[in-house]
């Protein structure tokens, strides 16, 4: 069997002009040193690789989101995709780091003295749907009026119960997510608000904050758990890798734009948390 040629896994990009290496060990099996290919004052983050298609497994997402939380304790760094292998003949100092200096120096510039931070609100399902009958008497009636009655001859009524539960639900969370974020995005340099993937779920959002002002939204959260911790779950992360404002696509025959691709960067975001979870 003909083994994989040999190239490198691209992890970040930082400002880095001296070699260095980093503690966590890299991708695939064998336990790869994890350092630096430099050109100037850039360094790509890389370790050995063979020229393979990762796949998104738990150990995998894990092995990637260990490397860049070490590098960003201590770097400000661009996030490259997930799964990114130069191949044994490219060049990442002249075919990366030279050809795109400007871009990646532009960018490291922007982010420079600012992390990533992640709230999650979930509201406790018991009290939410409590708060709805209390503040909704056309709910509360209709709810009573069904009590006692057989399935089959309150069908349309639960199925109209249930539409008006819903629409107090939507209600109640716009009100809840806009509560939030008019306490913490005048703290932020950029808000980033993704996808809700449960109904109890109140905001899932990325704010992209001055490393000075971490403090401050720090005790901003804290007071908002305080008003709001009867009623919601919040679940706050950071300071974690720029996944949501930051995503570098790598392309070794044409430059690849950098943007923030949403679906990516909410898939390696919410993967690195739950890895951080389960930790």
């Not at 060049?91 to 999650?120: N, P, Q």
């Not at 057989?150 to 109640?172: N, P």
């Not at 306490?183 to 608000?193: G, H, I, K, N, S």
């Not at 704010?207 to 779950?233: K, T, Y």
Request: charged share 30%; net charge negative.
């Amino acid at each position: 069997m003909v083994e994989p040629d040999r190239g490198k896994y691209l992890y970040c990009i930082i400002h880095r002009s001296e070699p260095r290496e980093f503690t966590n060990r890299g991708m695939g099996d064998g336990g790869d040193l994890v350092y630096t290919v430099g050109a100037g004052d850039l360094a790509v983050v890389v370790s050995d690789s063979p020229e393979i298609e990762y796949e998104r497994s738990r150990r995998n997402m894990l092995t990637h989101t260990l490397v860049l939380e070490e590098v960003v304790q201590e770097f400000t760094a661009l996030p490259i995709r997930f799964g990114t292998v130069a191949p044994a003949h490219a060049s990442i100092a002249t075919e990366l780091l030279d050809r795109r200096h400007d871009e990646f120096a532009g960018l490291l510039d922007e982010m420079e003295g600012r992390v990533e931070l992640g709230l999650k609100a979930i509201w406790y399902e018991d009290t939410i749907f409590a708060e709805i009958v209390d503040e909704n008497p056309p709910i509360r009636e209709l709810r009573d009026s069904l009590k006692g009655k057989s399935t089959a001859e309150t069908h349309f009524g639960r199925m109209r119960l249930g539409e008006m539960v819903q629409d107090a639900m939507f209600a109640k969370r716009d009100g809840d997510a806009r509560a939030i974020l008019a306490r913490l995005e005048p703290l932020a340099v950029e808000t980033r608000e993704n996808p809700l993937f449960s109904d109890r779920m109140v905001l899932n959002a990325a704010f992209l904050v001055e490393r000075e002002n971490e403090p401050a939204f720090d005790r901003a959260v804290d007071e908002l758990d305080a008003e709001m911790g009867r009623r919601l779950i919040l679940k706050y992360v950071g300071p974690t890798p720029l996944y949501n404002f930051v995503s570098i696509n790598v392309t070794w025959d044409q430059p690849g734009p950098t943007a923030v691709d949403p679906a990516h960067s909410r898939c390696e975001s919410a993967v690195a948390e739950n890895l951080r979870e389960q930790r």
